[in-house]
């Protein structure tokens, strides 16, 4: 950048010397003007190209526009050289030598290639209408009226009588640089349209993103809230009813019996085992008393037996005695006493 805002005070400079100086003595200045405005134009045309080429990366449409302007700026930078040797060689009124021959067709033939691929624009679909105007613009003033204008002109090389001077080739090809000016003023602004119209396009994908997001979040937390109430809420109930039941507590508060889903179903075979510990604890219950009254009936019994066998045992003693009284009475007194011991032991009878 640097060396091209140096090129260009250059150049300025010595376009002040030169008009200082009169005309007489100016010699060649004009082409060597024309020679350092190329050279500028070079290095400012290599800079927009190199922004053209990141811009190209990033948008193909803007790139095309800045193509167009590009295009446009050569197409000036070799028609202005043309026109500024014509110009020369209309004010010298003296046929051109050999060398400004072939550089105006080589000119010529720069500008024929930079039209070539601007005219594809004329009338084309996806051109913009300011821009096809300019272009149609170029094509009637610069390379119908211009062209007709510089081979008129040419015409005359072999003599050097040209109908007219400088100041009257001025006046007649002037206009034709408004029209270029606003080609490329054209292509600029069909450029900065296209870079607005899709950042306004980018700011609407943006805006329906965050609506989607949006409406995502909203989905997503709609589905949270439905899984806690509907999933999370019932089986944190239902855990903790299980573990109610399981520490001895038979009355617990289960809810969503009657869901006709997997909560439902869980819900209910919770249920049945309250049901069946409640059961369970019942049975257990009537056997422990069962087993207390079995208990109670055999201590019962075992008492009865008890005191029978001591009032047998008590029997079984009385009779002994009764016997053995017997005995010794009649060892002692022979059967003189028979009747009082049968009396005796019938009385010991009755009383039993």
């Not at 930079?114 to 096809?132: C, Q, R």
């Not at 002994?320 to 009878?349: N, W």
């Amino acid at each position: 950048m640097a060396d091209i805002v140096r090129q260009f005070e250059d150049t300025r400079a010595f376009t002040a010397a030169q008009m200082q100086r009169a005309i007489d003595q100016r010699g060649d200045a004009a082409n060597e003007l024309t020679v350092k405005v190329a050279a500028v134009t070079a290095a400012v045309g290599g800079l927009m190209r190199e922004q053209e080429l990141q811009i190209q990366m990033q948008d193909g449409a803007t790139a095309r526009f800045i193509q167009v302007a590009s295009a446009v700026t050569e197409l000036r930078d070799s028609g202005g050289r043309q026109a500024g040797m014509l110009q020369n060689i209309v004010g010298a009124h003296k046929p051109p030598a050999e060398a400004e021959r072939a550089l105006l067709l080589t000119l010529q033939g720069c500008i024929d290639h930079i039209w070539d691929s601007l005219v594809t624009l004329e009338g084309a679909p996806s051109t913009p209408a300011a821009l096809d105007q300019a272009v149609r613009g170029i094509h009637e003033t610069y390379i119908n009226g211009y062209g007709a204008e510089r081979r008129m002109l040419v015409g005359h090389f072999a003599t050097g009588d040209f109908p007219y001077g400088a100041a009257d080739y001025n006046l007649k090809v002037g206009p034709m640089w408004k029209t270029l000016i606003a080609l490329r003023d054209a292509a600029y602004d069909s450029a900065a349209t296209t870079i607005a119209d899709e950042r306004a396009d980018a700011w609407r994908q943006l805006a329906l993103a965050a609506a989607v997001v949006l409406m995502v979040i909203v989905v997503v937390a709609g589905v949270v809230v439905l899984v806690v109430r509907r999933i999370t809420k019932p089986i944190l109930h239902l855990t903790a009813s299980i573990e109610r039941v399981a520490s001895g507590d038979l009355a617990p508060d289960i809810r969503y019996d009657a869901w006709r889903d997997e909560i439902g179903v869980l819900s209910r075979a919770i249920g049945v085992l309250q049901q069946r510990s409640m059961e369970a604890r019942r049975l257990e219950a009537e056997q422990a008393a069962e087993r207390h009254a079995r208990e109670r009936r055999t201590v019962h019994l075992e008492q009865l037996v008890s005191a029978f066998e001591a009032t047998v045992g008590s029997l079984v003693e009385i009779l002994t005695t009764r016997a053995e009284d017997i005995a010794t009475s009649g060892a002692s007194d022979g059967r003189g006493e028979p009747l009082r011991h049968r009396s005796s032991r019938s009385l010991t009878c009755r009383r039993l």
